[in-house]
């Protein structure tokens, strides 16, 4: 194939010299020769080029060809770890298109534009990617030697909630993780619920303690609280007894899986990450109500209700929406020392909602 080019390339220049006049302020013969040698040279760059574009589109869709035969065997004869090799060929494939997205936004920010004026959604793409990047790192050096990924398979299908990001998960294993993080997460609103009632006792004004142990009771008996009752104690949450820096270890260490945190960890790392966690989620709030909760399509409102505390795959959109809005009246209303008050939060709305059924140790 690159000699026909080369050859019919050839030809033509020598036709299209025909045609041409030579060089008027050169010598006789010598003009011709030269302007016959650089168009020989010329048409050869381009058909060389042409010739190596045409073998690079040839061999990409051989590959293709070759690709989608084999996913058609797989999807025949082992249906179920084609669903494995689909979905880790999709999620590599959203892992590069958000480290594109991540590497735009940190170019952005570069020029002069800071973490809490993003847009929510460059924002969210942020802390996520942070969080994903945590996990995904090893999964990518794993994969990196060859026929590496079959090791990565074994892993995905083992323990596909342990070690893999949401990227690698199927549709239906995200619904069930999700769940089986939220009764993770479920599982500290009771010891919550009694730290603050062990510290209520601590309170001098006995207005606000009066006021922090009805809200208290009024969780545990399987009600949810109005955005009134949770703001009428904020005072307690800027600083002792319940302050970010005030607050037992032992109530810290209950906190840290509301936002999916260790609690192994020194008390004074546990605290500087709830407060770090705390502050960005208070920055999120605010970037969501420059854009309005409306402009959130039902998948992004979903998960917005799901980091914020509620399990919001079983709930309709109009009551995620609602709940969200009651989440953004109380965050909207706290300054950055009251952060503590927005992690209680959590468990004063998402506890009982929506069901409303009276709790049971």
């Not at 574009?53 to 061999?59: H, L, N, P």
């Amino acid at each position: 194939m690159a000699l026909s080019c080369s050859s019919l390339c050839n030809h033509l220049s020598l036709v299209r010299l025909c045609g041409l006049r030579t060089n008027r302020t050169t010598s006789g013969l010598y003009s011709p020769y030269v302007s016959c040698q650089s168009r020989l040279a010329l048409c050869r760059h381009y058909s060389s080029s042409k010739v190596r574009r045409g073998i690079g589109r040839y061999v990409a869709s051989r590959l293709q060809w070759a690709n989608s035969k084999y996913e058609g065997f797989l999807q025949r004869r082992f249906p179920r770890f084609y669903l494995l090799y689909h979905t880790f060929v999709e999620g590599f494939k959203l892992l590069f298109q958000d480290t594109k997205e991540v590497r735009r936004i940190k170019a952005k920010m570069s020029s002069g534009v800071k973490f809490q004026d993003l847009p929510y959604r460059e924002m969210d793409k942020l802390r996520q990617f942070r969080r994903n990047m945590i996990k995904a790192i090893p999964l990518v050096m794993i994969s990196i030697p060859p026929f590496a990924n079959y090791l990565v398979f074994v892993l995905m299908y083992f323990f596909p909630r342990q070690l893999l990001i949401p990227h690698f998960w199927t549709p239906m294993q995200q619904v069930e993780f999700r769940g089986v993080y939220n009764s993770l997460r479920a599982r500290h609103h009771w010891p919550v619920l009694k730290g603050l009632e062990y510290t209520s006792s601590k309170v001098k004004d006995s207005q606000l303690q009066t006021r922090l142990k009805d809200l208290c009771a009024k969780v545990q008996n399987g009600a949810t609280p109005k955005v009134s009752e949770i703001l009428a104690v904020r005072r307690l949450f800027s600083g002792p007894p319940l302050g970010m820096k005030r607050m037992r270890v032992h109530h810290m260490r209950h906190i840290s899986p509301l936002l999916f945190l260790t609690p192994r960890l020194p008390g004074f790392l546990i605290g500087r990450r709830l407060n770090s966690h705390a502050l960005e989620l208070l920055q999120l709030d605010r970037a969501l109500s420059r854009l309005g909760p409306h402009q959130l399509s039902d998948s992004e409102l979903k998960q917005a209700c799901y980091l914020r505390g509620l399990n919001s795959d079983n709930l309709g959109i109009n009551q995620c929406r609602e709940w969200l809005s009651q989440w953004l009246q109380v965050s909207s209303s706290l300054k950055e020392s009251e952060v503590s008050l927005l992690l209680h939060t959590m468990v004063f709305l998402s506890a009982n909602y929506p069901t409303g059924i009276k709790w049971s140790r």
